[in-house]
């Protein structure tokens, strides 16, 4: 596993133990202490009490344990902060089932940010000031994975439900761990013989690697699924692939590679008179099957392996790859699973990119009333609005929602929300009294984490008094029955108001130049060229803010500001793509 210092976060090199010095007071120290060497939440900590710890031993160890509330599972508690929260509770008079910080997350959450612009400050390190309680959960997770702690122990004691939302953390292994964590051990001290072929394990590896370097230079789902074909029937390994696609795609056409078609129909056909479908089978169980077919033509019949492709919870289909006569070992078969995750992923980046470069697009309008949705139910608790003004995906299946939320306070919003099983993180980015711009991660209870899912976006989201009206927009190539009938399931009391093909205006690079000019006045314009010139977005800077300042005779402070708006106008350009242009009936 590379060093966390290899991809550099506000926390690395030295970041947390400057944030720890910049804290002035006793229980600061404890808040970071709790979220980076704990791994707790603001909610936990809110409700975290002396009486949570309890102590265990182990190999004549003594070790701390916190019974969590909110999920019940056991985080741990290492020595040095056990004795600091007994300390704490000591000098504050806190009983055993008081509160050892009795304010609320969202108080929490503000101390972190506080700490993290005074270190910032004295530091230099401006990354310090963003620091949030989402970096201090991520700390914790690189240095137990960094410590050789199993990912699967890293995700109990965190309170992760599923390795992808480690998997940034994670790091790409070297060629050398890949062929050690793969290779069969020695023999043991009986000299009793290893199971395992290294030679087979390396064609694996290579075969993967293979794949692997060929899905970076692909762009379309049809180009995806025929190098992952041509690559395993080009190794040692594998004799012929194919590629089924799954139930909830609409494509109906093979890709295959190693046989022709009058023979691939014939391994179809004998499968086929199984009585099951494998496809589906390995995409319910995301595990690799096994399967022997009656006959081959102009040859023994071999094992099949079926491999589930699938990405979050969309499910591509299944890649069929016949083997060199030889079962399928558990060490192939974990290489294989990790395949189908790369080969998913692939396929939902070609499906996005194909959705954003088409002429035309399906769009979905809806209506509900469900409140399982976390914001239709926010908005009818609390009688507010709620717009989305955008999405970005985070991990594997979790959104960054950027909400707006009017007649409402903030404080009651953050109390809703903190409620909420779907909700991971809430952070505060503006606040005017009764309306507030918030980032809130979702891993699960939205319409629109239903919708992203197909690889649709989410263009427009008012929930407003407990009725939401959203609008999805989808290939043509989306399995629309599916969508609409997921969709429905989970949130019963939602409606399709209306469906149609709507084409997307085209704009060439000219246009964006034009639009953008329109927007700058001429200082900013200078300003920002002045800027891209010197090389001031470069890394390293070629030039700083002062230096600009002088070259241009204008102030700093006056600098930064038109710097920021002219940054501002022309982010605005690129990821305003003329939504409210659209037809719909739902008001922009």
Request: glycine share 6%.
């Amino acid at each position: 596993m590379r060093d966390e210092n290899s991809e550099p976060t506000p926390l690395s090199a030295g970041g947390y133990e400057q944030l720890r010095r910049a804290t002035e007071t006793y229980r600061e120290d404890l808040v970071l202490r709790l979220g980076a060497e704990v791994g707790l939440t603001p909610a936990e900590m809110s409700q975290f009490e002396p009486a949570h710890v309890t102590q265990r031993r182990h190999r004549g160890t003594e070790h701390y344990f916190v019974v969590v509330p909110t999920d019940g599972r056991e985080a741990y508690l290492p020595n040095e902060v056990e004795h600091d929260v007994r300390k704490y509770a000591t000098t504050t008079d806190i009983s055993e089932t008081e509160r050892v910080l009795p304010v609320t997350p969202r108080r929490l959450q503000m101390l972190v940010a506080s700490v993290g612009t005074r270190a910032a400050e004295r530091t230099g390190r401006d990354g310090l000031a963003d620091v949030s309680t989402r970096d201090l959960r991520r700390h914790f997770a690189r240095t137990m994975l960094g410590d050789g702690v199993p990912p699967s122990v890293v995700m109990r004691i965190g309170g992760w439900d599923r390795i992808e939302s480690l998997a940034p953390l994670l790091g790409e292994p070297s060629e050398d761990e890949v062929l050690d964590a793969l290779s069969p051990a020695p023999a043991d001290s009986d000299g009793r013989a290893v199971s395992g072929d290294p030679d087979r394990t390396r064609q694996v590896i290579e075969a993967a690697r293979s794949v692997g370097s060929a899905l970076s230079a692909v762009n379309t789902r049809s180009e995806v699924e025929q190098a992952v074909c041509d690559r395993l029937t080009d190794s040692d390994r594998y004799r012929f692939a194919w590629i089924e696609s799954g139930e909830t795609d609409a494509r109906t056409s093979r890709t295959a590679a190693g046989l022709d078609e009058t023979s691939l129909e014939a391994v179809r056909g004998s499968l086929a008179g199984r009585g099951t479908d494998f496809t589906r089978r390995a995409c319910d169980t995301r595990d690799v099957q096994t399967v022997r077919p009656d006959s081959l033509p102009n040859s023994e019949p071999v094992p099949i392996a079926v491999v589930p492709l699938a990405h979050g919870d969309t499910a591509y289909g299944a890649l069929y790859v016949a083997l060199d006569g030889q079962a399928v070992p558990d060490v192939e078969a974990d290489v294989l699973v990790t395949l189908g995750r790369h080969v998913g992923q692939a396929i939902a980046a070609a499906e996005r990119r194909k959705l954003l470069l088409a002429d035309t697009v399906v769009q979905l309008e809806f209506e509900s009333s469900d409140e399982q949705d976390v914001l239709v139910r926010l908005s009818a608790a609390l009688g507010c609005s709620i717009r989305l003004r955008g999405v970005v995906p985070i991990e594997e299946r979790s959104l960054l929602c950027f909400l707006t939320v009017r007649e409402a306070t903030t404080d009651a919003v953050f109390d809703e929300l903190q409620t909420t099983d779907a909700v991971e993180h809430i952070r505060l980015i503006r606040d005017r009294g009764t309306e507030s711009l918030l980032e809130v991660a979702l891993s699960a209870g939205s319409t629109i984490t239903t919708l992203t899912s197909y690889d649709g976006t989410v263009s427009r989201f008012v929930a407003e008094d407990g009725v939401a009206r959203f609008v999805g927009e989808f290939s043509n190539e989306t399995p629309l029955r599916d969508v609409l009938s997921d969709l429905t399931d989970a949130y019963p009391a939602t409606e399709l108001v209306a469906k149609q093909e709507v084409e997307r205006p085209t704009r060439n690079t000219a246009d964006f130049r034009a639009s953008l000019v329109a927007r700058l006045t001429d200082k900013q314009e200078s300003v920002l060229r002045a800027a891209y010139l010197a090389g001031y977005f470069e890394w390293p800077r070629g030039s700083t803010a002062e230096d600009l300042a002088d070259s241009i005779d204008i102030s700093s402070p006056t600098l930064h500001q038109h710097l920021r708006t002219a940054q501002q106008k022309l982010m605005t350009a690129f990821f305003d793509d003329d939504t409210d242009e659209r037809a719909s009936t739902l008001d922009p």
